[in-house]
């Protein structure tokens, strides 16, 4: 059994996905794939093409456009080639010099670090878990699951397959436009969305009318909180919401539901059926059958945490989101949960850097839709970096984000700068791109 067979026994008759408004049946689909395979056959429209010392083919896949990254991955199903997506703008490409017998895919992470790792799958480490995910997700064979962004985000990726295991559909957008997300739900009869919280908070600014066809909202990558469900549920009343903790390297960890949230973004639930959880030395550890090729399991990805007595287990960031400030460890996720609970803010990152010597706590923001348009339009410094993001603005102290934040923070807590952006920067994963982020801060 492959992804492709998935396509391949459903009914040929039913829409696969709808990409940008056009609609492709599963037969269409399978057409697509069995062209595309020809041309990987014959070693044409590959970006790299390797061969490891055991003669296992394998297909570096660098489109921009979400149905080619989805037919070539396919077409590398039913060609026996291993494939491997990577982000479209990625500056550097992984080395590939060995690849375990078993693996039928690969995903490329750069993690904190921006250097590429690449994490190689069995078709079982996955499709196992699809009858489990789908169940706490919602996700069925009648479900029609709107997506956004690259298939090189594994998270997207796993959920189109999870998607085709079920003979359901995908509503996929490449581009990031929340408004005509907001219409494209409504006119396609969407009734499940999966969006990382920094996207699907945008919804409730853009959606004009309560839609109650939305009965399943999965999101994951970072944290979302109670008073975020209660916006979802102004415009969502009957959706189910589910946020996920997970990794690259270990699938599904843990997930939480609405109705159990609390005000503490940092909560991420309890683990899913079959997975164990543990803390040691404030690490978090994960024992799960469904982990990448050559991972050995209790495995930990550096992320720290801790359980509640109630079994319930809180992220409270990577172990490089602790710092050490006058002797006292402060948490820079902390920091961001902090600013992202006041209502001028959508999303925050903090990072730790040194300025004349010191070492201090520089925050970026972006802001909320509602204030966003009143910071461009008062503006007073408006800079362009390479990375293509303005700096909007520079708050002075007595700004009343700084006045508001200190009513949340310990002093040691606060940063020295606040900077407002026009957008944030992600990875491909949807996480904010501190590595970007610094680059900003360097070049300011």
């Not at 080395?95 to 994490?119: Q, W």
């Not at 006119?187 to 959606?207: D, G, Q, R, W």
């Not at 309560?210 to 009965?215: A, E, R, S």
């Not at 059958?289 to 992220?315: L, N």
Request: hydrophobic share 40%.
């Amino acid at each position: 059994m492959d992804y492709f067979e998935l396509v391949k026994r459903a009914e040929p008759g039913k829409i696969a996905i709808i990409e940008d408004g056009t609609s492709y049946t599963y037969g269409e689909l399978s057409r697509l794939v069995f062209a595309m395979a020809e041309s990987i056959l014959k070693k044409h429209k590959c970006n790299m093409y390797i061969k490891n010392l055991q003669g296992k083919g394998v297909l570096l896949i660098k489109e921009n456009s979400i149905l080619k990254q989805l037919t070539a991955f396919l077409a590398c199903n039913a060609s026996g080639i291993v494939p491997i997506i990577v982000p479209s703008d990625a500056m550097k490409l992984p080395e590939i010099n060995y690849v375990p017998e078993n693996a039928c895919m690969a995903a490329m992470t750069s993690g904190t670090t921006g250097i590429p790792k690449v994490l190689y799958r069995t078709y079982k480490s996955w499709a196992v878990f699809f009858p489990v995910q789908n169940r706490i997700f919602g996700i069925n064979g009648e479900s029609v699951l709107f997506v956004h962004g690259s298939l090189a985000f594994t998270g997207n990726l796993n959920l189109y397959m999870a998607q085709f295991y079920v003979g359901g559909t995908i509503v996929a957008e490449n581009k990031f436009n929340p408004k005509r997300w907001a219409d494209i739900i409504k006119n396609k009869n969407v009734n499940a969305i999966y969006l990382i919280p920094s996207k699907l908070m945008l919804l409730p600014s853009v959606t004009k009318e309560i839609n109650y066809n939305i009965k399943s909202v999965i999101s994951g990558s970072q944290s979302l909180g109670l008073s975020g469900c209660r916006k979802l549920k102004e415009i969502f009343p009957m959706a189910d919401i589910t946020l996920y903790y997970g990794a690259s390297e270990l699938n599904y960890i843990t997930y939480v539901k609405d109705r159990d949230m609390t005000e503490d973004k940092k909560l991420i639930g309890k683990p899913f059926p079959g997975v164990k959880v543990f803390i040691n030395n404030g690490n978090i550890y994960v024992d799960s059958q469904y982990h990448a090729e050559g991972i050995s399991c209790p495995y930990t990805v550096s992320d720290k945490g801790y359980m509640d007595k109630d079994g319930r287990f809180y992220f409270d960031g990577r172990s490089d989101d602790i710092v050490l400030i006058h002797g006292r460890k402060v948490s820079l996720i902390n920091i961001e949960n902090g600013l992202e609970s006041l209502e001028e803010v959508h999303e925050a990152a903090v990072i730790f850097v040194e300025e004349n010597g010191k070492q201090i706590l520089a925050a970026f923001i972006d802001m909320e839709y509602n204030f966003r348009n009143n910071v461009i339009a008062n503006n007073y410094n408006n800079e362009k970096h390479k990375a293509g993001i303005y700096i909007l603005k520079k708050l002075a102290s007595n700004d009343k984000i700084f006045t508001s934040l200190r009513k949340r923070l310990a002093h040691y807590e606060m940063p020295c700068k606040i900077i407002v952006l026009s957008e944030m920067p992600h990875n491909e994963s949807g996480k904010k791109d501190k590595i970007k982020i610094q680059g900003i801060y360097q070049k300011k």
